[in-house]
Nanobody, 118 residues
């Protein structure tokens, strides 16, 4: 079983920055692929950014050039640096991790609210 603890959400003005953190704990064997998703009210949950075990990254077009995902494998922690925030970025942000070995489970954090005021 893997637990994900998120932190760093809050309310920020347009153009501001936030840094989200997600620490994984529990029965983890090695490094896991991880990512950040977000869901706005009435919208589908969407991938924001992901990072592989080797550090390869992928971003949604809407956040390219503004957000940066990174990881510290020694701390089992993934980060999302969010700059130049826009009201459209307002959503609940969820950390995700997936096992690449048995039992092939997918894990989610509880979510952290990010609100960007205009």
């Amino acid at each position: 079983q893997v637990q994900l603890a998120e932190s760093g959400g809050g309310l920020v003005q347009t153009g501001g920055s936030l840094r989200l953190s997600c620490a994984a704990s529990g029965s983890i064997s090695g490094t896991l692929p991880m990512g950040w998703y977000r869901q706005a009210p009435g919208k589908q949950r969407e991938l924001v950014a992901s990072i592989t075990r080797s550090g390869n990254t992928n971003y949604a077009d809407s956040v390219k050039g503004r957000f940066t995902i990174s990881r510290d494998n020694a701390k089992n922690t993934v980060y999302l640096q969010m700059n130049s925030l826009q009201p459209e970025d307002t959503a609940v942000y969820y950390c995700n991790a997936r096992l690449v070995y048995y039992p092939m489970e997918n894990y989610w954090g509880q979510g952290t609210q990010v609100t960007v005021s205009s």
